[in-house]
């Protein structure tokens, strides 16, 4: 089992920046993959950003240039960096892991809201 703990989410003007923040409850090197999904009201979970064990990442178009995705392996910890926030990336964003053996784990969500 594996537990992430996401924080850093809230209320933010267009054009501005939140950092989210997943903690996992064991070593995140372990897993071959950490994301971060965000689903809209009344539209499907997307994939906005993800990073491999080899420190390979991708975006989704709608976010590249924007957000960042980052790891601290000592801290277990993987980051999500956004800037230049519009109001489009209003949604619940979750961490999630995806392990060697085929499984996925998902955090509770956070919620971003870009408004002015």
């Known amino acids: 089992q594996v537990q992430l703990v996401e924080s850093g989410g809230g209320l933010v003007q267009p054009g501005g920046s939140l950092r989210l923040s997943c903690a996992a409850s064991r070593s995140i090197v372990s897993f071959y993959r950490m994301g971060w999904y965000r689903q809209a009201p009344g539209k499907q979970r997307e994939l906005v950003a993800s990073s491999t064990t080899g420190s390979s990442t991708s975006y989704a178009d709608s976010v590249k240039g924007r957000f960042t995705i980052s790891r601290d392996n000592t801290k277990n910890t993987v980051y999500l960096q956004m800037d230049s926030l519009k109001p489009e990336d209003t949604a619940v964003y979750y961490c999630?892991?995806?392990?060697?053996?085929?499984?996925?784990?998902w955090g509770q969500g956070t919620q971003v809201t870009v408004s002015s």
């Open positions: 999630s892991v995806y392990t060697y053996s085929g499984t996925y784990y």
